[in-house]
């Protein structure tokens, strides 16, 4: 076991409901700790620039419009595997398949207003928490 931290974004569909401290509570009572967290609205740039890995995938401009649609919470979480125990929490990407009591299969509307992004390794936690956030920003 190993002591990580994780990129957490809530997306536009659950900021738009009002289900930020509900989202957050799942996350908080599977063990993981929000060390850093913020609201902000990012731009068709930013998203673009943040989904640049999917940029010649077909959904690419659909994902990052649904991104600059309102406003997001990004926050960093800390715990034991978190990037792991943080992907099991957020269910499938397609609500449909997901797990009962995932984010995603409590929450999400939709594929596309699915709810939550995770980073998907260690390596891009690093990457896309330096993004949104500078080491005067993560408590923990």
């Known amino acids: 076991m190993s002591l990580q931290r994780t990129l957490?974004?809530?997306?536009?569909?659950?900021?738009?409901?009002?289900?930020?401290?509900?989202?957050n509570a799942k996350?908080?009572?599977?063990?993981?700790?929000i060390?850093?967290?913020k609201r902000l609205f990012l731009t068709k740039e930013q998203a673009?620039?943040?989904?640049a890995v999917h940029a010649e995938r077909a959904f690419f401009n659909d994902l990052c419009d649904s991104m600059c649609a309102g406003p997001i919470v990004?926050?960093?979480?800390?715990?034991?595997?978190?990037?792991?125990?943080?992907r099991d929490i957020m269910g499938a990407t397609n609500p449909?398949?997901?797990a009962e009591g995932t984010i995603r299969r409590d929450f999400a509307e939709s594929i596309e207003a699915n709810s939550v992004h995770g980073s998907d390794s260690l390596e891009n936690a690093?990457?896309?928490t330096a993004f949104f956030f500078s080491q005067l920003e993560?408590?923990?």
């Not at 957490?8 to 989202?23: A, Y």
């Not at 996350?27 to 700790?33: N, Q, V």
């Not at 673009?48 to 989904?51: E, G, I, R, V």
């Not at 990004?74 to 943080?86: D, I, K, M, P």
């Open 74 to 86: 990004a926050q960093v979480l800390e715990g034991e595997n978190a990037v792991s125990h943080y």
């Open 8 to 23: 957490s974004i809530l997306k536009p569909d659950v900021t738009r409901r009002n289900l930020t401290g509900k989202v």
């Open 27 to 33: 996350i908080e009572e599977s063990g993981l700790h």
């Open 48 to 51: 673009q620039q943040f989904y």
């Open 35 to 37: 060390v850093a967290q």
């Open 138 to 140: 993560l408590v923990g």
């Open 126 to 128: 690093q990457i896309e």
């Open 96 to 98: 449909a398949n997901a």
